[in-house]
């Protein structure tokens, strides 16, 4: 008798769960048994539920999906939890990986490897990646910048993404349980690692480096968001 995989669905696009809910049910080995919409319900309803595999965004309103990624594991050092993200730069699935996410798919990708990556959790020994995240990492010089990012640690790497979305300091605070102190502390050891001087550089670093949108930046960066030390 086929074992039936138990899986939950976190993504706060209702749209996109409904979607590949219907995708995962199409598997005969699957049943999606909880879905939510942001971090804290995440780790809500892997406690109540505890499903075999998450398929998880990392962008989520409120606590982020690295923040909720980090607590499900926590919890359970046992999870699997696969990050399923729009991102497609590497350092992003690095941090994941870092976190303790099984592996790292892009919304971008084949749906087959979605179902695919499911499939393989209980055999594979090493972070299942789909095919465009696993060349990206597969280039041997990075340069400079790439490597710099990759020294991040989990937690600076979640302040650095916060600050690019124009999170005040308090915000970032409440949002990763820290002190407001701990994330001025972070955001200079940041500027210092990734070598650049004040927000306007790290703001340039971060667009050339393909991990924000010019567009998000003019957008939705709030006038005198820049907190420099």
């Known amino acids: 008798m086929t074992r039936i995989i138990k899986i939950m669905l976190v993504d706060d696009h209702a749209i996109v769960r409904e979607g590949y809910h219907a995708l995962l049910q199409k598997q ?7 879905e939510a919409g942001d971090g804290a319900e995440a780790y809500s309803q892997y406690k109540h539920h505890q499903p075999d595999v998450v398929i998880m965004d990392i962008s989520l309103p409120g606590q982020s999906g690295i923040k909720a990624l980090e607590r499900i594991r926590q919890f359970d050092t046992e999870a699997k939890i696969i990050v399923f993200s729009m991102h497609q730069n590497p350092s992003f699935a690095i941090q994941a990986i ?7 798919i892009t919304k971008s990708s ?4 979605l179902i695919r990556a499911i499939h393989q959790i209980k055999q594979s020994t090493s ?21 710099a990012l990759d020294e991040l640690t989990v937690r600076e790497f979640e302040i650095l993404r916060l ?3 124009a999170k005040p300091s308090q915000d ?14 972070s955001h200079y050891i940041i500027k ?14 971060a667009i050339k480096m393909n991990l924000v949108n010019v567009l998000d930046i003019v957008d939705e960066a709030p006038e005198g ?3 420099d030390q």
């Open 163 to 165: 600050l690019l979305d």
């Open 127 to 147: 972070p299942i990646l789909s095919s465009d995240i696993a060349q990206a990492l597969a280039i041997e010089n990075l340069g400079h910048d790439r490597a």
């Open 172 to 185: 970032i605070a409440d949002i990763l349980n820290i002190s407001p102190k701990t994330v001025a502390n």
């Open 192 to 205: 210092k690692k990734l070598g650049v001087s004040n927000d306007i550089e790290l703001t340039r670093l």
């Open 98 to 104: 870092r976190a303790g996410a099984v592996g790292y």
């Open 28 to 34: 005969s080995d699957f049943e999606v048994i909880a």
């Open 110 to 113: 084949n749906p087959e490897e």
């Open 225 to 227: 968001y820049v907190d």
